[in-house]
T-cell receptor
Framework: GESVGLHLPTLSVQEGDNSIINCAYSNSASDYFIWYKQESGKGPQFIIDIRSNMDKRQGQRVTVLLNKTVKHLSLQIAATQPGDSAVYFCADSNQGGKLIFGQGTELSVKP | DAGVIQSPRHEVTEMGQEVTLRCKPISGHNSLFWYRQTMMRGLELLIYFNNNVPIDDSGMPEDRFSAKMPNASFSTLKIQPSEPRDSAVYFC??????????????FGSGTQLSVL
């Protein structure tokens, strides 16, 4: 029979544009958040992290924004490149220490 | 550093057979995690160790699954007997836990398991 898989949210952007990937978390006790990038056939790769005492953190071409009021996290990628095409996961943890991953968003960059 | 090393890269087995997945964490890391990834469930945490001691195994699906960490440089995840629904990509990850935080998990390349 036909198998039904999880349909990931997708985001398609033009090369050179900025990308914004959103993530909602449910645990108000979460105090650490992290973004991962996963390319096909590879394991997740760390991008950037942020603690709950911060609202914003910047890396190279990436910025993470945290809104604790609405339990929302976003990843902004500046000047998106074809090499940025991948599935992006957010994850959060609380005092338990274990990271819980979201379902992921598939980013497709059009040349 | 070679990163987290997992073996085998691919495993194809028949239902009922025992499967053993192996992981070598990054040297100096004190936490090790086993995740399973499927299209239906995404990335699920199965179990994690801190200083070779299992801390949380609530994600282990059934008694058919077991994990060990006999020393700081080696861990195994065993499935016995295996079933078709165990087919997935199994990732091992390690991190350096500071205080209560497990930050920046580094993932291996995964083991693609197919149970026929």
């Amino acid at each position: 029979g036909e198998s039904v898989g999880l349909h990931l949210p997708t985001l398609s952007v033009q090369e050179g544009d900025n990308s914004i990937i959103n993530c909602a978390y449910s645990n108000s006790a979460s105090d650490y958040f992290i973004w991962y990038k996963q390319e096909s056939g590879k394991g997740p790769q760390f991008i950037i992290d942020i603690r709950s005492n911060m609202d914003k953190r910047q890396g190279q071409r990436v910025t993470v924004l945290l809104n604790k009021t609405v339990k929302h996290l976003s990843l902004q990628i500046a000047a998106t490149q074809p090499g940025d095409s991948a599935v992006y996961f957010c994850a959060d943890s609380n005092q338990g220490g274990k990271l819980i991953f979201g379902q992921g968003t598939e980013l497709s960059v059009k040349p | 550093d070679a990163g987290v090393i997992q073996s085998p890269r691919h495993e194809v087995t028949e239902m009922g057979q025992e499967v053993t997945l192996r992981c070598k964490p990054i040297s100096g890391h004190n936490s090790l995690f086993w995740y399973r990834q499927t299209m239906m469930r995404g990335l699920e945490l199965l179990i994690y160790f801190n200083n070779n001691v299992p801390i949380d195994d609530s994600g282990m699906p059934e008694d058919r699954f077991s994990a060990k960490m006999p020393n700081a440089s080696f861990s195994t995840l065993k499935i016995q007997p295996s079933e078709p629904r165990d087919s997935a990509v199994y990732f091992c990850a390690s991190s350096l836990a500071t205080g209560r935080y497990n930050e920046k998990l580094f993932f291996g390349s995964g083991t693609q398991l197919s149970v026929l």
